[in-house]
Every structure is written in structure tokens, then in C-alpha cells.
């Protein structure tokens, strides 16, 4: 696939570097000189580029960046015409870190919010649950079970790829439904990083365990 990030930081090169070599990359950015040198970082001819360039490369487009500037880098990439037609991939969380707690979103949440400004692209919400640290692991496996990443979109061909994505970072992909349930990925999320930011190890995920599913391989 040909994949872009919007954004270059720890995320951006977490999944990258497991992608880099099956797929095909694009880091696009307001900084062009960060978006290269992550692209240098993951190698196998990883492209670089303003995020105009970004999108229109990409047929997956990962948003990575912080969640207060999701809205303001998808105009910078040229708004919703840029985005018709593209899958786009949410890992974001709207996060308080005042509160501790998942800030309110109008549409429910942050990924609604997105399929709302881009209504010809499909959305779907992954890899918001965990650390970067945990995307990096080659593979995901905590105590002899495989990492669970669950993932929620409105578009049955966009899930397909998105599972195809998790299962290439050693993960297995678990789909919680429609859209909106991008709200309760969200929530868990801020569990996760309230956990983190008292002081928890990177690598605390909550992880989904059903007795028949093993470790991958």
C-alpha cells in the first residue's frame, strides 16, 4: 500500500519502521526538514514532503499528529477534496491531560469529527490504544499472548485494510464496529495514558484475551 503519515513524531515512526519494508511511505508535515529526517530514519526509500504532497501520495493516510491540530494539518493538506476517496486512518485521542480525562466532541468523537470534515474519505479509528514503544515491539507479545488492536470504521473495504495493517506490525486486529464506537476506543485510550502519565511502564496495555485466540506464528 502506499501510505502516508501526517505528521513525523514517535507514532509516525513506530508504525513506519514496521511498515517500512512492505510498504510503500510518504512523512509530510508543516516542517520539512522533521518530515525528512524521520523519512531518513525509517529508510527503504521513505518519501518526504508538505502535507499537500502527503495526501495526495498516500492511499492510506495516517494522522499523526496532536490532537489539537488534527483539524488545522487537514487544511494545511488541502481540506476535504484532498481526502476524497482516501482512507484515512484516526490514531488520535482527545485527551485533557489537565482532567485526566477524554475531552467532549460534538459528533461523539474525534474520529466522527473527522468523517465529518471529510465526508468523501473513510475513516476509521486504529492504533490509539498504546504507546508508541508497544508498536515498536517486533513482535507485540505480552506474557505468550499477541497484542489485540481494535479498530472501528463505517466502510467495509477500509476495515479490511486497516486489519491488514495491524496484522503486519504482528498484531491481531479485532473490529469493534461502526464509527461510533471510535468513542469507546477513545475512552480506553485515556485509561491507558492516565496510567502512563502516573508514572506506568510504556509497555501497560490493555490487552482483549479470549482463551481460544494464541500468539501469532
Known amino acids: 500500500m502506499k501510505i502516508a503519515f501526517l505528521g513525523y513524531g514517535s507514532m509516525t515512526h513506530a508504525?513506519?519502521?514496521r511498515w517500512a519494508?512492505?510498504?510503500d511511505l510518504f512523512i509530510g508535515g508543516r516542517n520539512p526538514d522533521k518530515a525528512r529526517a524521520c523519512a531518513e530514519t525509517l529508510g527503504h526509500g521513505a518519501r518526504h514532503g508538505d502535507a499537500p504532497s502527503a495526501v495526495s501520495f498516500g492511499e492510506v493516510v495516517v494522522i499523526s499528529v496532536d490532537n489539537t491540530a488534527v483539524f488545522n494539518i487537514i487544511d494545511q493538506a488541502g481540506g476535504p477534496d484532498a481526502f476524497a476517496g482516501k482512507i484515512v486512518v484516526d490514531i488520535n485521542n482527545p485527551y485533557n491531560f489537565d482532567t485526566g480525562m477524554t475531552r467532549p466532541v460534538a459528533e461523539g468523537s474525534l474520529s466522527q469529527a473527522i468523517a465529518a470534515k471529510l465526508p468523501g474519505a473513510r475513516v476509521v479509528k486504529a492504533f490509539n490504544c498504546c504507546q508508541a514503544k508497544v508498536f515498536e515491539m517486533d513482535p507485540p507479545v505480552f506474557d505468550g499472548r499477541t497484542l489485540v488492536t481494535m479498530y472501528a470504521g463505517d466502510h467495509p473495504q477500509a476495515n479490511l485494510q486497516t486489519a491488514e495493517l495491524i496484522r503486519d506490525i504482528g498484531s491481531e486486529p479485532l473490529e469493534l464496529g461502526p464509527l461510533r464506537h471510535a468513542q469507546q476506543l477513545e475512552a480506553m485510550a485515556s485509561v491507558v495514558i492516565k496510567?502512563?502519565?502516573?508514572?506506568?511502564?510504556?509497555?501497560?496495555?490493555?490487552n482483549f484475551i479470549q482463551p481460544e485466540v494464541r500468539p501469532i506464528g
Do not use: E, I, K
Open 15 to 17: 508504525l513506519g519502521s
Open 21 to 23: 519494508a512492505n510498504h
Open 195 to 206: 496510567f502512563l502519565m502516573s508514572g506506568r511502564d510504556p509497555y501497560t496495555v490493555l
